[in-house]
């Protein structure tokens, strides 16, 4: 990569550091590099108003494909066209926040190349139609693809995307914290009938659960494991401060993940990077 290349980093899931990461490493490196978290772009004007009547005039068209109304408002485009980038290296995706073919148009326009580190490609297994979506909508857009799934890499190749490599997620090293261990075990997630039935056989131990959507399993769920459940998610110095405080960080795969051998997200790396003793399915 040439030096005097000026970098535009989008951040799709600026909730976790990837993309904060990736801009820091580019920096000591003494690259030219810009980051915008697309989550603080301002929305187009009535944008609730608008998706709601722009979904259902696509569901009455066909209701087999999946479809999301582009959140992002013209600030989005000014900001790209200001920095002016020779590469442009999503995190994540783009599909939610700006209209594909506006997307493409710009780098015609501009020349830049498109780069996507893919985090969540596994998270769509979930919804075949937004997994097709995103294959056949925002993945043929990129020059090249770096995937944190092996898995999902070898499927993208078969389909044609012969530019998707496996690049898996990392952390930087974080600050370990000196607090006592206030807890045995602890899980971090969202749930699912795979990881209520695990962490059952835990409802007697010194365990604390995190994560959002608990309460939608909740006539699943024991009282004894309720009682362990925070129905919160936590990020970055809160995540952090957590795992200091336990003595063993579960990660239980979901089902989907499991089903197709992948899914090893983030939070992996961070509890590594902590030193914390981490126990994965």
């Not at 600026?14 to 772009?41: A, C, M, T």
């Not at 045995?184 to 059952?200: H, M």
């Given at each position: 990569?040439?030096k005097?290349a ?13 993309g904060?990461?990736?801009k ?11 980051y915008?978290?697309l989550k603080?772009i301002a ?6 108003l608008r998706?709601?009547f ?20 013209n ?12 590469m ?6 783009f ?5 594909r ?6 780098k015609?326009?501009?020349g ?9 490609s596994g ?8 997994l097709?979506?995103f294959?056949h ?9 770096f995937?944190f ?10 389909l ?5 490599q496996?690049?898996p997620?990392g952390?930087?090293l ?5 607090s ?10 969202t749930?699912g ?21 608990w309460?939608q ?6 009282p004894e494991?309720?009682?362990?459940i ?6 970055g ?14 990660n ?6 499991h089903?197709v051998?992948?899914?090893m997200n983030?939070r ?9 003793f981490?126990?994965?399915d």
């Amino acid at each position: 990569m040439q030096k005097n290349a000026r970098i535009l980093l989008l951040d799709g899931i600026s909730q976790i550091p990837v993309g904060r990461d990736i801009k820091d490493g580019f920096q000591l490196e003494n690259y030219d590099v810009s980051y915008l978290d697309l989550k603080k772009i301002a929305k187009k004007s009535f944008y609730k108003l608008r998706r709601i009547f722009d979904k259902a005039v696509n569901y009455s068209r066909s209701n087999d494909e999946y479809y999301y109304y582009p959140k992002a408002s013209n600030e989005l485009i000014r900001a790209i066209r200001d920095i002016q980038p020779t590469m442009v290296f999503v995190i994540g995706f783009f599909f939610p926040f700006l209209e594909r073919d506006v997307f493409l148009e710009l780098k015609k326009e501009m020349g830049f190349q498109l780069f996507l580190f893919d985090t969540d490609s596994g998270g769509m297994l979930e919804n075949y139609k937004k997994l097709i979506y995103f294959f056949h909508y925002e993945l043929p857009l990129y020059d090249q693809i770096f995937s944190f799934s092996k898995s999902m890499t070898q499927m993208m190749n078969r389909l044609g995307l012969s530019q998707a490599q496996f690049f898996p997620f990392g952390s930087k090293l974080i600050t370990q914290r000196s607090s006592a261990k206030k807890y045995d075990a602890c899980f971090i997630g969202t749930p699912g009938v795979r990881r209520i039935f695990y962490l059952e056989t835990l409802k007697d131990c010194n365990i604390t659960i995190r994560g959002w959507r608990w309460k939608q399993f909740r006539s699943l769920i024991s009282p004894e494991l309720w009682k362990k459940i925070n129905p919160e998610s936590l990020w970055g110095e809160a995540l952090y401060d957590l795992l200091g405080q336990t003595k063993i960080v579960l990660n239980i795969t979901s089902p989907f993940w499991h089903a197709v051998e992948t899914g090893m997200n983030l939070r992996v790396f961070e509890t590594l990077a902590m030193q914390e003793f981490l126990l994965t399915d």
